[in-house]
């Protein structure tokens, strides 16, 4: 085994989650040395799945805890997928939202400023800080809180340029518009929907599928196109610039619905549930992915119909 001294350091924060664990698929090969962060007691399974990896239990709310960590690893590249990543859920759950998402942020790059490292730092945002428009959006555009999960991406936006500008730390942006994909929790519609295909087929639950807004368009993208970007982005963003993580396509949430149902391997019924309508939803959200396939390379690879059956076949496993 290579002396770790030797071998640079990449810290991903929010490992255990839906993108976290994606990531580390992707890096495992990379031939550097990946220490991954979770909180304590969550994400234990995860962590089993990845024995070649170092793993360290951290609460990101913790200041000083946050300081002694970055100051041991030194890493040369962070990847800071730790936060609240669900819109719906925030209206709820306003003051963890806000908690998680902004102060983590903060106290990461704090903890890089004091021990005066430079690293590479990729912090996601959100397709959802933008104002709504009924065309692509570019980088440019206008942002608005348009809900509290809006509200600390926008502030982690901000935290996350002034560190750049001011503190001389390399922290990219990247804005990523829906992304979908295996191991993502089932309070997300496609994850949802594939998930009672799953136990429907096993005859666990009725033949009903219980839905909200079914109209709302979305750029989706396959998780494991999103990371890549990721990567892409701690490799050749631009210090200070936020990227749109985006196919440039948007499809119907009923789209998603009926690739899904055109898997199942039973007759299911589609039912619109008011309780599942979100109080302030965006009728279009769709990206220019121009900028990062000017500055990376980078585009969306994975079809949209290979994406809807390899959540179904993962949800078809877990349950």
Not at 118 to 133: E, F, W
Not at 230 to 256: E, F, H, I, K
Not at 259 to 274: K, M, Y
Request: include cysteine; proline fraction near 6%.
């Amino acid at each position: 085994m290579p002396d770790v001294s030797d071998t640079p350091t990449v810290l991903v924060t929010g490992a255990a989650g839906f993108a976290g664990s994606h990531l580390l698929d992707l890096l495992a090969g990379d031939g550097v040395r990946v220490v991954a962060l979770r909180r304590p007691g969550v994400g234990a399974e995860v962590q089993a799945r990845y024995p070649g990896i170092e793993w360290l239990e951290i609460e990101l709310l913790d200041r000083d805890a946050v300081r002694r960590t970055l100051a041991d690893l030194q890493p040369r590249v962070v990847y800071h997928l730790a936060g609240s990543p669900h819109v719906g859920q925030s209206w709820k759950h306003a003051t963890d939202t806000l908690s998680i998402n902004v102060m983590s942020t903060h106290h990461l790059l704090e903890g890089l400023r004091l021990a005066h490292l430079h690293s590479r730092v990729v912090v996601p945002s959100s397709a959802y800080v933008y104002r709504p428009a009924d065309r692509a959006l570019g980088e440019d555009d206008p942002v608005e809180s348009t809900s509290p999960y809006a509200i600390s991406k926008i502030a982690t936006e901000l935290a996350a340029r002034k560190a750049s500008a001011r503190d001389g730390i390399p922290v990219v942006i990247a804005r990523a518009f829906n992304h979908i994909g295996p191991r993502q929790d089932a309070s997300f519609f496609a994850s949802g929907v594939a998930r009672q295909i799953a136990l429907v087929e096993l005859g666990r639950m009725e033949p009903i599928i219980r839905v909200g807004s079914l109209d709302t368009r979305r750029d989706f993208t396959d998780v494991r196109d999103t990371v890549r970007a990721y990567r892409a982005l701690a490799t050749d963003g631009r210090p200070g610039c936020a990227y749109n993580v985006c196919s440039g396509q948007a499809y119907a949430v009923r789209d998603l619905l009926d690739g899904l149902v055109a898997h199942s391997r039973v007759p299911v019924e589609v039912r619109q549930d008011p309780d599942r309508f979100r109080p302030n939803d965006t009728p279009l959200l769709l990206g220019d992915h121009s900028r990062i396939t000017r500055d990376t390379g980078w585009v969306a690879i994975v079809p949209l119909h290979q994406t809807l059956r390899d959540l179904l076949d993962h949800w078809r496993q877990q349950v």
